[in-house]
C-alpha cells in the first residue's frame, strides 16, 4: 500500500481543515488506517486510528472531540477532519496503514509523506 496524505495547510484558531490520505493498491481495506503528527522538536504522536471496516475508531485524548477520522474504502482514502484548532496541532501530519490493531503503535507497515498545518493564534 502506498499513501499520499495531502490537505494541510495554514488556518487560524478556532478554524478547520480536512486532511485526507489516499491509497493506492486493491489491499486498501483490508488494513486499518491512523493519523500521526510531529510537531517541531517533539516525537511524532499517534492522532487518531479506524479500523479496517470503519467501525471502531479510537483518539488522542488531546484531539478526542474535536478531530474525526473517517474513511471510505470504496475511495481508497482516509479522512481526518479537524475542528476547534489550536496552535498545539500544529505539525506534519501522516497517514499510515496497519494489518492488525491499530491501537498497537509499533504495527504500523505503511506511511504516506506528511502534510502541514499551521495553526495561527
Known amino acids: 500500500v502506498q499513501l499520499q496524505a495531502f490537505g494541510g495547510g495554514l488556518v487560524q484558531t478556532g478554524g478547520s481543515l480536512r486532511l485526507s490520505c489516499a491509497a493506492s493498491?486493491?489491499?486498501?481495506?483490508?488494513?486499518?488506517m491512523g493519523w500521526f503528527r510531529q510537531a517541531p522538536g517533539k516525537e511524532r504522536e499517534f492522532v487518531a486510528a479506524?479500523?479496517?471496516?470503519?467501525?471502531?475508531?479510537y483518539y488522542a485524548d488531546s484531539v478526542k472531540g474535536r478531530f474525526t477520522i473517517s474513511r471510505d474504502n470504496a475511495k481508497n482514502t482516509v479522512y481526518l477532519q479537524m475542528n476547534s484548532l489550536k496552535p498545539e496541532d500544529t505539525a506534519v501530519y501522516y497517514c499510515?496503514?496497519?494489518?492488525?490493531?491499530?491501537?498497537?503503535?509499533?504495527?504500523?507497515?505503511?506511511w504516506g509523506q506528511g502534510t502541514e498545518v499551521t495553526v495561527s493564534s
Open positions: 493498491g486493491r489491499t486498501f481495506s483490508r488494513y486499518a
Open positions: 499510515a496503514a496497519h494489518p492488525g490493531d491499530p491501537r498497537r503503535l509499533i504495527g504500523y507497515e505503511h
Open positions: 479506524i479500523t479496517w471496516a470503519g467501525g471502531i475508531t
